[in-house]
C-alpha cells in the first residue's frame, strides 16, 4: 500500500466564553474564544477507526468551561497554559498541544464621569491574542494583538524603488499610510507580567506609528519590532503582519479641481502586506506553528 | 401587454472617501462611505432601453469626490444635504433622492500624553450614520449610529412572559443583556447642532442602557427612546433596533460544579430582534423608507 | 410626558433548521434559516414592563423545531403559512406576524452515474426564499431568490446617457455584465405550484439574462420582470435588485499593450444597484414591508 | 543593539483578473484571486530605508494582468508557473516567490438545452487553488480545493473513544456529518494534467465521502487521502482540513415528541477541526510553507 498517515492533528475552533468575576463593588469581564490543538498518537483512528486515543473535541469544549469555573481567566496567557497542561497530563497519546486564546475587548460605561459597575461597551475589533505550545518537553507562549487599525496622513512616503518595464507606480514623499497591524511575539520565559507587557508593546507600537518617518511599510514595521526587543528584555522576536491599505489620491484634474493631498479613496483590494520579524541578536525565529 | 413598470430606483453604493483637512497645527480625517440612489421618470430607460434621462452612476461616484474636494464633509448631515440639493438641481427627472452616509470613527493616537498632529487609531466598528432624503417638496434629515455594542452582567430579567405548550424558557431576575444597539432619529428642522446631538443621544443610550434596571429589551429600547425624545426638543421621533446577543448560562452540573451567573457562552443566532419606535407626541412616525 | 410608543415588533432571527425525511430508498434533505417576527399590541412591556403579553422568542424557536417534526418543510411556502397561523392563533395580542425563510439548496452527490441516496453537496451561495405576511384580515406570500450572480462577456453595452459636468464615464457598446440577482414576487392566491412555479422564474431570470441584448441593467430588469409577468399568472408583481457587480477593463497602454475587452479587474466597491418592480396591469405593488 | 531582521517577506495580495478569451462560437472565461510573495535580501528596506531592491507590490499587480494579456491563465498552475518565473528572472534580490491562485468557477447558462455562449452562472462557494513555490533550485506546485461543502445523513458514527471526568458526549452510531473540505496537494513533478487531475481528485474526495461508513472525521479524511494517492501517481501527499460542522439532534421531548433523527440545529461555533495529511510512502511532507 503506498499511502501512509503524515502530519495530522484535530481540535476544537471557536469556543466562545463570557466569564463574569462578581467583586463586592463591580464585576469584572472576560470574553474569550479559545482553540485546541491535539497533535500526537492517533493513527489507528485515522487508518483503522480505533478512537480509543480520541479526546471528542465536545469534551474540549467542556474542558474550557469547567477549567474557566474554577480558575481566573485573566490573563489569557495563564489560562491557555493551564488548558495546556491540562490536556498533556489526561491524554498520554499527546505529543503536543497548542491553545489560541483570542480576547474582546470591553471598556467600562461612564456614566456621571465614573466608570460604571457592571456595564460594558465594547472597544472595538482590535482583540489581544496568545498561543501556548506545549509538549512533553516544554511550553512557548506567544502574545499579540489583531486588528490594530492606523492611519497617518502625512509622515509617509514610497520613493527610489526597484523599477522594472512593468513599473507605473510614481514616486511619492508624502501619501497616507494606514495598515491593519497583525503583532505576535514569543517570550523567553514564563515569569512575564503578561497584561503589562501586551499594554506596554501596544503602546510602543502605536507610538512608533504616529512618530516615525516612513519611507516604507518595511521600514516602520521594523523600527516597531526594533523598538518592541529594546525595550522589553523578556520578549525573543516580534513578527508583524502589515497590510497596506491603499488610499489612493482620486484624480480631480478632470472635473478643473487639483487635488493637493486632500481627496481619496481607501481600497480593501489589492493590498500589499508586508511581513517582517525582529528578533533579539542571539536570538531565534524557531517555533512551533 | 400585461407588465407595466412599478417602483424603481438606482444609484450607487459603497462610495468611500477619506478627506484630510491640512491645518496648520494638525491635520483633521473624515473617512466615509456614500451612497445615492434615485428615484423619478426613468420608465424609457427600463421599457425602451432610452438612457437619456439616466445620470451614470459613475457620475454619482464622481460627484462625491467634487464636492468633498470644494466643501467640508464634516459633519456628514450637512454634506448629504449638500449631495442632495446638487443632484436634484441638475436632474429635472428626478423626484427624490435618499443620500446615505456611514461614517468611520477615528481616534488620535496618544504620544507622550497628547493626542498626536496627523496619526490616528480606529475608533472600532461603531458607525455614525446619516440618511438625507430629498424631494421636489422638501428635505428630511436622519441621524443614526450603527453598532454600538453593550453589556451588562447585571440589572436584566424577563419574567412575567406569555407561555403556551412549546415555552419552555424559564424565568430569571439575573441574566447577562448584550445588545448591538442600531439607532436612527428624524429632526424636526435644519438648524441642528449635528454632532452635539449626535454626542448626546450617543451618551444617553449609553448611560440609560447602563443604569436602567430591564424587566426586557422592550422596556430598555423604550426607556432609550423616552430619555433622547425628553432632552432633544429637535428629534420627532428616535427607532431602536436592539438583537438580544444572547449570553447562556452553561450547564456545570455534569461535572459537578454550580455555575453562580459566571460561565455564559456567546451564541450568534438564533438571536432575539427588537425593534421599537418611540415618537415625540403630536410627532409622526411617517418616512419615505 | 412627550414621548409615545410607534412603530414596534419583535421575534427571532437565524432560526437555523435541517430536517431529514427518511424514505426507504433515499432521504430527503431540507435547510432552512427562518425569522418570526410579532405585531400588535405590546405597549404595555415597553412602557411598563408588564411581559404578559410576550411571548419568549426562545418559544418562537421551539415552535419552528415542533412543527417541523409534525409536517413538511418543503415547500418552504407552506411551513412559513403553517407557523404565521400558529401563531396568530395562539396570541390573541398579535395583530400580524411576518415569517422570512431563506433555504440552503443542495445537490444529490452523484456515484456511479447515479445521484446519491443519502450524500449531499452544497448547491452554492444561492438561497430559495419565502415571506409570508399574516393579520387578522389575511395573509400574503412572497417568493423569491437571493445571491444569484450571472455574468455575460457580450451582448451589453451603455451609451446615450445623460452627461453632466462631472461625467467622464466613457460610452461603451460591449462590457461585461455582471450582477447578482435578487428577485422577490408576490402571488396573488394560496393555491400555487411553489417549487415548479420558482423553478420556472429562476429559469426565466437566467435565461431572459443571456440572451437579452442589454442596454442598460434598468433595461435588463425590466425584461426579467416582463418575461415572469407575462409568463406566471398567478404573479402580481416581481421585484429585482441587481447591484452592478463592475468589471473594468483594465488599462495595458502603459505596458503597450492593447485591450480588446480581454483583462478586466472586478470591484466590489463602489458598485451601482439597480432596483425595479415589474407589475401586472391593474395589479398593485402594496404590501406589508 | 539587541535587534536583528529575522523572516520577513512582501507581497501583494487579492490581485483579481477576470480574463476574456473570445473563440469564434463562444468566449471562454476565467476569473481569478492571485496572491504575490517575494523573499530574499530585503535587509537595507527594513533597516535603512533603501528601497533599491524593493519591486513595488504595484508593479506585481502590473504583472500580473501584462502576462494574463499575452499568455493563457488556464489552467490556473501554468500561470502561477509562469509568474513566479517571471518575478524571479527580474529581480536578482529574490531568494524566492510564492503566487497564489484561487479560481471563482463559472458554468454557462443553459438556454433551449444548450450551455450558452457567453453567459454564464457562478458555480458557488468552491474554489480551485494553486499555490507556486519557486526558489533558484526549483518549483513546487500544489494544487487545491476550498470550500467544498458535504453533507451526509447518515453513514456515520462516532464511538469507542477516550472518555475523561468531563466527557459527556453520547456515543452515536448514526449522525449526520457535514464538513468544508479543504485539500491542497503536491506534485512530484511538472508534466502534470492540471485540470483532469484536479477533477479526478474532487470526484474522488465526493466519492469517497458519499460511500465510505464513517467512524470518525480523522478516519474519513484519510480514507479520501488514501483514495487520491492510490489514484494518482503524480500526487506526493494530499492534505485535508475538515471542520465538522455540528448538525446537532434538536430535543424535542419537553414537547412531548421523539426525535427519530430528523431535526437538527446546524452551529457553527465551536466546531471540530480535523487535519491529515496522506503521503505516498517513500515520499516526505516536506514543503516550504
Known sequence: MPAALGENRY?????????VTRHGDRHDL????????????FAAAHADGDNRHVLPTDTMKNTVYALAKNHPVDPIEEFAIRLARHFLEGNPPLSGVVIGI???????IPVGGSPHRHAFNSAGAERRTTRVAATRDGITVHSG?????????????????????????????????????RARWEYWGGDV???????????LILETFATQESPSVQHTAHAIGQAVIESF?????????????????????????????????????????????????????????
Do not use: Y
Open 11 to 19: 481540535g476544537k475552533s471557536r469556543v466562545r466564553l463570557v466569564r
Open 30 to 41: 472576560a470574553d474569550l474564544m479559545v482553540s485546541i490543538r491535539f497533535e500526537g498518537d
Open 102 to 108: 483570542r480576547e474582546n475587548l470591553w471598556t467600562r
Open 145 to 181: 494583538i489583531d486588528g490594530l487599525v492606523v492611519l497617518k496622513t502625512t509622515g509617509s512616503g514610497f520613493a527610489g524603488f526597484h523599477r522594472d518595464a512593468l513599473t507605473t507606480l510614481p514616486e511619492t514623499s508624502d501619501r497616507i499610510l494606514a495598515t491593519r497591524v
Open 193 to 203: 507580567a503578561w497584561s503589562a507587557t501586551w499594554a506596554g508593546v501596544r503602546r
Open 233 to 289: 528584555d523578556g520578549i525573543r522576536w516580534i513578527r508583524l503582519a502589515m497590510p497596506n491599505l491603499h488610499c489612493l489620491l482620486v484624480d480631480l484634474k478632470p472635473f478643473g479641481l487639483e487635488n493637493r493631498n486632500e481627496i481619496f479613496v481607501p481600497v480593501d483590494e489589492p493590498h500589499g502586506l508586508i511581513e517582517a520579524t525582529v528578533v533579539r541578536q542571539g536570538g531565534s525565529t524557531a517555533e512551533s506553528a
